[in-house]
């Protein structure tokens, strides 16, 4: 099994606050996933990232891949209560994708 | 429908009664996939379909659990003498291409909660 730890498991920030979430890993992955889910949905791609030490920016979060290819952090700059949700990150595997565990955002106005 | 769609959208069943959650991946898709998400927690992997390849089974917890996709495109998650720890949301999710293609998109349905009692 390819175990993927986030970090923090809960975090809670006032609107206009920054926050970086993390992902890490023992195992490499050719590729890792960042997803957001809502309550009462399933998860939303936000971002393929491909190579060691990547980076890719979507509007207000930044996604970095780490050189080694088993870790990840997502930044968001000047959260908002949109970005409320619960964020997964995910390595690739042969036939699936590994999940992680989950970081759950709450962003108060 | 434009998405992965679910059914039952929720379930409530007695400990030991059989149970069928039913996916319809998004038309063309060639891959379909099936995840387990605890209250909370994230995902765990169990079956994947790719065409018309053997499923990949790995991730079935017991034996109590099978599932088939008929015809490339509906697929059934059959959960037999069920467990309350068998209480979850049931996630599906369609590619259009296999999960080792590169840039493959996963699209997820908005699950299936299962409450075992």
């Known amino acids: 099994t390819q175990l993927l730890e986030q970090s923090p498991q809960f975090l809670s920030i006032q609107e206009g606050e920054n926050l970086t979430v993390y992902c890490n890993s023992s195992?490499?992955?050719?590729?890792l996933q960042w997803y957001r889910q809502e309550p009462g949905e399933g998860p939303v791609l936000l971002v393929t990232v491909v190579t060691g030490g990547e980076v890719k920016k979507l509007k207000r979060l930044t996604f970095q891949f780490g050189d080694a290819r088993k870790d990840s952090s997502l930044h968001i700059t000047a959260a908002q209560t949109g970005d409320t949700g619960l964020y997964l990150c995910?390595?690739?595997?042969?036939?699936?994708?590994?999940f992680g565990t989950g970081t759950r955002l709450t962003v108060i106005p | 429908g434009a998405g992965v769609s679910q059914s039952p959208s929720n379930k409530v069943t007695e400990k030991g009664k059989d149970v069928e959650l039913r996916c319809d991946p998004i038309?063309?898709?060639?891959?379909l996939y099936w995840y387990r998400q605890s209250l909370g927690q994230g995902l765990e992997f169990l079956i994947y379909f790719q065409g018309n390849s053997a499923p990949d089974k790995s991730g079935l917890p017991s034996d109590r659990f099978s599932a088939e996709r008929t015809g490339g495109s509906v697929s059934t998650l059959t959960i037999q003498r069920t467990q309350q720890e068998d209480s979850a949301v049931y996630l599906c999710?369609?590619?259009?291409?296999?999960?080792?293609?590169?840039?493959?998109?996963?699209?997820f349905g908005e699950g299936s909660w299962l409450t075992v009692v």
């Open positions: 999710a369609s590619s259009l291409v296999g999960q080792g293609a590169s840039g493959n998109t996963i699209y």
């Open positions: 195992s490499v992955f050719s590729s």
């Open positions: 038309s063309g898709h060639t891959a």
């Open positions: 995910a390595g690739a595997g042969a036939n699936n994708l590994f």
